[in-house]
């Protein structure tokens, strides 16, 4: 089965999606025992309602699982784990996740695919069923996601095909940085804020200049994520509730909205660094450029000290450093191979949460070396931690390295 003829059999009114990126901890890279893939207790008590009996200690039902493309089956449980209401008020687990996944056999749980978008397709219906699809590539990752809207690392998105209505777990992201309507900016009412606009917000709620620089790319990027939903409830619900007089009106809104959080998604992590560099001391045009045009017209993210130094065929190309920003990196990181014919070791900056040691040791052996905030490093195998950089460990080497 192909992705297209896949979307089609599991867009009817009778669906719910689940769209999370697969971690290290739920393929077991990290060597964890965790119980399974987290599922949004709001979905899990909608599709299994008996899961709410908190007379119940770690309530569970059964969930029939086809993963595909492989097409491997199981049947698996959905349980909640009721802790916190039973003996442990104080520290126990209170979340629902998905177990009995069938073993090593079961695509999930394959370390191959930690990174990669995957869909849970839910039929509401008794017994549970759920169709699961394991994006192969980043083209099909991106066709489910010009779908339901960009889908980052950590994040849980629930996804109703037939209405369209897309919704975030509360439970992922923390509510410190919502705005109320009389907190927005009058300005951005009328006309939606850039992306950079809205950074420069999370930022001036998030200043951290006392964190180190890895905690503080983590804090602001979470708390833009609120700042952007808050702008975004403000700015198109009234037209929502205005109406549409015909289905294409409809559409034309939902699709408006999906671009505008596509566009967001695109450029945040490169703005985030930016404004790490600029608070580090980094002067632009000096110390780095931004999107410079180089040789063939290359664009890389960031390059490093400058386009003068690297077009001076004098200038050491050891002194020289690139960097690019991919919030996610499986399958992605090829794309920064060529970027700059002068060097020869490329740094990515990722969010993303694990990548298989046969992934990393490709990418080592082209030339690319991982930056990840040092948070997010316990996702990764622990036999690749010490060859990852934190940004910290970047800006250090650009210091050492200074011209």
Known sequence: MELDDWVEEVSGKGFVWYLKRLSGNDTQLTGGHQAGPYVPKDLAFRLMPSLTDLSQKNPRDEVILKVLPDGFETTSNIIYYNNKFHENPASGRNETRMTKLGGKENPLLDPENTGALVAFAFALETPVNC????CRNHEE????????????????????????????????????????TEDIPQDWLSSFPSGLEIIRKAISLRPDREKPVDDRILRRRDCEFEVFRSVERAFYTPEIQKGFSTLDDFLGMAQTVLQSRKSRAGKSLEYHAKS???????????????????????????????????????????????????????????????????????????LQEGISVN?????????????????????????????????????GSLRRNAP
């Open 131 to 134: 169709q699961v699809w394991i």
């Open 276 to 350: 790490i560099f600029d608070e580090e001391g980094l002067r632009e045009g000096i110390d780095y450029e931004y999107n410079p045009k180089i040789e063939g017209n290359k664009k890389p993210d960031f390059l490093f000290p400058s386009v003068s130094n690297y077009n001076d065929a004098s200038f050491p190309a050891e002194k020289l450093t690139v960097l690019a920003a991919k919030t996610t990196c499986k399958d992605r990181w090829r794309q920064i191979l060529n970027e700059a014919d002068r060097v020869s070791t490329k740094y990515l900056l990722t």
């Open 141 to 180: 990752e991106v066709q489910l996601e010009d779908i339901s809207g960009p889908v980052e690392p950590g994040e849980t998105v629930v996804w109703e095909p037939k209405l369209k209505i897309r919704s975030e777990s509360s439970e992922v992201h923390a509510a410190s940085c919502v705005l109320r």
């Open 359 to 395: 992934q990393f040791s490709e990418m080592t052996a082209a030339g690319v070396k991982l930056v990840v905030p040092s948070r997010l490093q316990k996702k990764y195998p622990e036999s690749v931690r010490d060859q990852i950089w934190s940004l910290e460990d970047f800006l």
